[in-house]
């Protein structure tokens, strides 16, 4: 069985984020605690603050797996899996080439960028599962999903599934072989 690991690892920048969102979301449920009135409202605002804060922490991406069947990739709850056939287009990407996306159920920053973004130059949709703001990989699938994920060495990573797929296509080829004969 063939598969490779690419580990998932914040930048100084997502770490600084990280930091100040935390705090900045640890102050609020401080200031509701001691400065609410037993009201409602600062109830349900501070109820829906924590459960959109961990359900953004369930998806945060921890590392990425190519297999000889799939792309994983593995978030602390979450796991998306890219089927190698069904892959039409991967290749990484310039930095600049996500200067104008914009966050829409994602987030940006908080231990990294995951969710769903929309590029205002391509007016398109792309799922993210980025650690750092650079290092992008683009993959796009038959049905037409754009997929961008950061790691490390996105070339190394670029033909680490192309030799998945090749050695995919050699294993169907053998196995049509054999049912030949």
């Not at 009135?37 to 459960?51: A, I, N």
């Not at 599962?129 to 037409?144: K, P, T």
Request: contains cysteine; aromatic residues 18%.
């Amino acid at each position: 069985m063939y598969y490779t690991e690419f580990l998932c690892r914040l930048d100084r920048r997502t770490r600084a984020l990280t930091w100040i969102i935390a705090s900045t979301l640890v102050l609020l449920v401080v200031f509701f605690v001691l400065y609410s009135r037993s009201g409602y409202f600062p109830t349900w605002f501070l109820f829906f603050g924590v459960t959109i804060a961990l359900l953004y922490v369930l998806s945060i991406p921890r590392k990425i797996r190519i297999t000889d069947a799939a792309i994983e990739i593995h978030c602390v709850v979450e796991l998306t899996s890219i089927a190698l056939d069904d892959i039409a287009l991967i290749r990484p990407m310039e930095r600049g080439e996500m200067r104008r996306s914009c966050p829409l159920l994602a987030s940006y920053g908080f231990f990294g960028y995951y969710g769903w973004y929309y590029n205002l130059s391509e007016w398109s949709l792309y799922k993210v599962y980025a650690a750092q703001w650079r290092n992008f990989v683009r993959i796009e699938d038959i049905y037409e999903t754009v997929y961008v994920i950061s790691c490390d060495d996105p070339s190394a990573f670029v033909r680490s599934v192309s030799e998945a797929r090749r050695e995919r296509t050699l294993t169907q080829n053998r196995n049509q072989l054999k049912i030949e004969f």
